[in-house]
């Protein structure tokens, strides 16, 4: 019988995965196993990493050296393995409150650093494990469980903090755009310095349900991509017309000295 | 890593009590350092970005308290003897990476220079906060050393209890000792012992990470040599999966729990003084050790047989010490720097034995021998 091809990467007494039916993270986990199968990443020496909440389970079902547990502290986690032993590569699988709420001062000063680890940001716009809170990235008048009469708060935009940060490579797709996904995992684990992919995913559960009025994946996806820009055509576009749009593109590919903690002249 | 170039500074020297810390940590092997500003515990760190570099080892400073202690959890997975030092305020964030490092049996040793809320002034005030500031189960190790020759020997120690038991363990130092300046010999590093943390014997292929007998922790590789484990703060089973088995949750946390209480022996230390023959004894740990061993020369000059058990160990409690020592006394003075806190703890392992009043002090400044005389002569009435 053929198995599939990334079934050897996953940790088998974990499964089966705890996230709901239709959820973009676990199709997160699928970009990144594709992308490190194609990089030909040693899993001996990979170190993922998950905070709290729902992106933050990848780890667990990842077949590799894993840290789980924490809310917001990953990066944290990260710097000190790749201190001690930079030789290692370090996957960070955060939510969106992980990096931007909870954890945003250790992502402001691992960009600053240039600390040498992949960062994905699974961006669900909400609280999806806690029951649907509003984030730091739910769009204004959106509901939420929190927001019941409509988000009043501004958004964060993770990958402009990260570039003003000092983030070397930085980009966002979505789960809509399964191939350009991919692709920027593969640029950000070649890449040698802080890499942020930040991926749009549906929340059907909560998202979906509270903001959208729709449970259903396919309609959440369909919400993502209409609601969605390259790059490339919202140059063309005034700043007001891109409010609440998700600009799509690999924005910041630059070399800076990664960062390798104290030394002696 | 670099290889370590071993720059013992062995002699007598006339040292601040937080460089000896420093030169304490360094002869136990420590080569990675993460802290975040805090007075009064930067010299430990400034002393540290001076020494650690050219011992081979990292020195890292934090943009927080909490990335300095899970940076410790991250280099320490990886094979590192990590250390932090903060004081009382920053204390309070990591206590987040302490219970992390309960659950996760990661070795990291935490010193907490306790001081006054937001000022510098001489306290015991944390006494609690440290067996108890963490959230969920756990049993602690705290040493309370009592000067400069202390701080130094208990940190040795504090690394090798966390490596033995895989546990964070905590130096409890003070404004007093910290900032003072007194004698320290530093022994040649081969009369100094060191532990290191045990490694599987078994290959990754069979290796269980967290099977253990049910006072003992599990050998722990380190990131990198293939074992592919995941640590989570959540309760997990022997093979480190999220478990939610009520089962599963009681046996872990009776596991790392027990591997503390059950090595009671091996763990808990205190120094008798004059207390062979006394009829009221003066308990006090960490600083007010040094006034009450004064008060009670000056009691016994006076013809009172007074003695003092000092704990080197303030957590787990000394119990069976107490315990000994209540049968013997007619009555324990409680002596420390704060509102009373400890003395609620020598209360509930003495009380029906023996009569134990508190003898506190709560100004930001240490007890004089006359004090605590006065005390114990009142006492004696």
């Known amino acids: ?265 | 890593m670099t290889p370590r170039r071993g720059n013992h500074q062995t002699g007598i020297h006339f040292m601040l009590g937080n460089h000896a810390v420093v030169e304490g940590a360094l002869a136990a092997g420590c080569d990675f350092f993460a802290g975040y500003p805090i007075t009064p515990a930067n010299e430990i760190s400034q002393h540290m970005a001076q020494r650690m570099p050219r011992e081979g080892g990292v020195f890292f400073q934090g943009e927080d308290e909490l990335c300095s202690i899970f940076a410790l959890s991250g280099a320490s997975l990886c094979g590192a003897k990590a250390m932090t030092a903060t004081a009382s305020a920053g204390f309070n964030y990591m206590q987040e990476g302490i219970g992390y490092a309960v659950a996760a049996e990661i070795p990291m040793v935490i010193v907490n220079v306790m001081r006054c809320r937001g000022e510098n002034y001489a306290t015991q005030s944390d006494v609690m906060q440290f067996r108890w500031g963490a959230s969920g189960d756990h049993a602690h190790i705290v040493l309370a050393p009592s000067s400069v020759q202390e701080l130094f020997d208990y940190t040795i120690r504090a690394f090798n209890l966390a490596e033995k038991y895989r546990t964070p363990v905590m130096v409890m130092s003070e404004t007093t000792i910290a900032l003072m300046r007194e004698k320290l010999v530093i022994p040649p590093p081969d009369r100094i012992e060191t532990v290191t943390r045990k490694k599987p014997a078994d290959p990754p292929s069979v290796f269980v990470p967290f099977k253990a007998a049910e006072d003992t922790a599990p050998p722990l590789p380190a990131f990198g040599e293939g074992y592919r484990i995941l640590h989570s703060l959540n309760p997990h089973d022997e093979n480190g999966a999220i478990a939610w088995s009520p089962d599963v949750f009681e046996s872990l946390y009776r596991r790392i729990t027990h591997k503390i209480t059950a090595h009671y022996d091996a763990i808990v230390r205190t120094a008798d003084f004059y207390l062979d023959d006394a009829d009221i004894a003066l308990v006090a740990y960490g600083s007010e050790a040094r006034p009450a061993r004064q008060a009670v020369r000056m009691a016994r000059e006076k013809g009172i047989k007074a003695g003092v058990l000092k704990l080197d160990t303030v957590w787990p409690v000394p119990e069976k010490q107490l315990a000994d020592l209540s049968r013997q006394v007619d009555c324990i003075l409680a002596v420390e720097m704060n509102t009373g806190k400890y003395v609620n703890e020598i209360r509930r392992v003495c009380t029906g034995n023996c009569a134990v009043y508190p003898v506190t002090k709560n100004r930001g400044e240490i007890h004089t021998t006359a004090e605590i005389f006065r005390a114990v002569a009142e006492a004696k009435k």
């Open chain 1, 1 to 265: 019988m053929k198995t599939h091809p990334l079934w050897k990467y996953l940790r088998k007494d974990a499964l089966p995965h705890f996230f709901c039916p239709g959820c973009g993270a676990a199709q997160v986990m699928n970009f990144f196993l594709q992308a490190a199968d194609e990089c030909g990443l040693d899993f001996d020496q990979l170190v993922a990493i998950g905070g709290v909440g729902c992106a933050a389970r990848i780890p667990v079902y990842l077949n590799v050296e894993a840290l789980h547990g924490v809310h917001g502290r990953t990066l944290a986690w990260a710097t000190g393995i790749k201190l001690y032993k930079p030789e290692l590569t370090v996957v960070v699988f955060a939510g969106d409150g992980d990096a931007c709420a909870i954890g945003g001062n250790h992502l402001i000063h691992a960009c600053r650093r240039n600390l040498n680890v992949v960062m994905i940001v699974v961006n669900n716009l909400t609280f999806g494990m806690t029951g649907g809170q509003a984030a730091p990235t739910t769009p204004k008048t959106m509901k939420s469980a929190t927001t019941p009469y409509g988000n009043i708060e501004a958004p964060f935009d993770v990958c402009r903090l990260a570039q003003a940060a000092g983030a070397t490579y930085v980009a966002r797709w979505t789960t809509a755009r399964p191939k350009r996904a991919k692709n920027a995992l593969k640029d950000a684990l070649n890449h040698k310095g802080f890499s942020l992919v930040e991926i749009i995913t549906q929340c059907p559960t909560h998202f979906g349900r509270t903001a959208l009025s729709t449970g259903n994946p396919v309609d959440g996806l369909d919400w993502i991509q209409s609601h969605s820009i390259t790059q490339k055509r919202a140059r063309k576009l005034p700043p007001h017309q891109l409010e609440s749009t998700f600009v799509l593109g690999n924005f910041v590919n630059e070399k800076r000295p990664v960062f390798i903690g104290s030394s002696v002249v």
